[in-house]
Structures are given as structure tokens and as C-alpha cells.
């Protein structure tokens, strides 16, 4: 199990870096994204900023990897345009194609963090303050994940 998460201090409104990895012997379950800050549905400024010219990334690995299945309308708020959501079983071709893929949105996150503009207005860094509190407190009490890894490996161990 990887369960990976890197913010970006208040004072940027970047997404929030995803990797999350669950491998048994028969099946690998992925989510990678950089987790919009603020709701790319309803801001599509913060859409347009941030997620427009990363498309050709998603559109290359969404090729590669099937889309996982169904997710909650709540849980959709806090993916971006990007994600790559899949279940596929081992073979080493799509571990090479999931490490690149992991690579490819950790530089381009890192690429974001770079060339974003650092906000002073102390209200616009505690909303980014906010965002971040309500993406870690979804993630605690609805996280997707957490029911298939219950039906995978039992209660305690999905916690």
C-alpha cells in the first residue's frame, strides 16, 4: 500500500499531489491525480489555470489504464480532469506504464509549485487553508478507497 499526499503550503492554491497504490497478488488498484484545491466544477478559472494544459498528460495514460468503475458525485469534486483511476492485474508492462505515469504528475506538480504566484491576501490563503482542511477530512470519513479495501482485506486493516 502507498497512500501519498503532498500539499503545497496555503500560501499557493495548488492541487494537492495523489498517489495512492493498493497491490495484492491478484489485483492493483491506483488513483493518481493532482487533487484540485478548490472544485474545478463550479471555478472553472481554477480549472483553467491549473488543469488546461495538463490534459495531454491525462489523455496519454487514460489510454493505458481503464477507468476503475463508478465513484460517489461527492467523491468526483475532488478529482481533477486528469485522474487516472483504474484496477488491472499484475504484469510488468503496467507497473513500467504506472511508475512513468507517476514520474510524469509528480514533475508536472512540481512544475506547478514553481511557477505559481505566492498569495498575500490572508483571505485567499485561508481559504486555500480551508480546501486542504476539507480534502483531509473527506479522505478520513469518505474516501472511496476505504470500502474496497474493506471488502479486499477486512476493517482493520483498510483503516
Do not use: M
Not at 75 to 94: A, E, G, N, R
Not at 126 to 135: G, V
Amino acid at each position: 500500500i502507498l497512500d501519498f499526499a503532498v500539499f503545497a503550503r496555503p500560501e499557493f492554491d495548488v492541487p494537492i499531489f495523489c498517489a495512492n497504490f493498493f497491490s495484492t497478488a491478484t489485483i492493483n488498484i491506483i488513483v493518481l491525480d493532482l487533487n484540485p484545491l478548490h472544485n474545478v466544477i463550479d471555478q472553472r478559472d481554477y480549472k483553467e489555470k491549473y488543469f488546461k494544459r495538463l490534459i495531454p498528460l491525462g489523455l496519454k495514460y487514460c489510454k493505458l489504464f481503464p477507468w476503475g468503475g463508478k465513484l460517489t458525485s461527492e467523491s468526483l469534486k475532488f478529482f481533477s480532469p486528469i485522474v487516472i483511476w483504474t484496477k488491472f492485474p499484475p504484469s510488468q508492462d503496467s507497473y513500467d506504464a504506472l511508475y512513468s505515469a507517476f514520474t510524469e504528475y509528480y514533475k508536472a506538480w512540481l512544475e506547478l509549485i514553481d511557477q505559481a504566484p505566492e498569495e498575500i491576501d490572508a483571505s485567499h490563503i485561508t481559504f486555500n487553508r480551508e480546501a486542504q482542511h476539507k480534502y483531509l477530512t473527506w479522505r478520513e470519513e469518505k474516501d472511496p478507497g476505504h470500502g474496497i479495501l474493506k471488502r479486499l482485506i477486512g476493517e482493520g486493516l483498510a483503516k
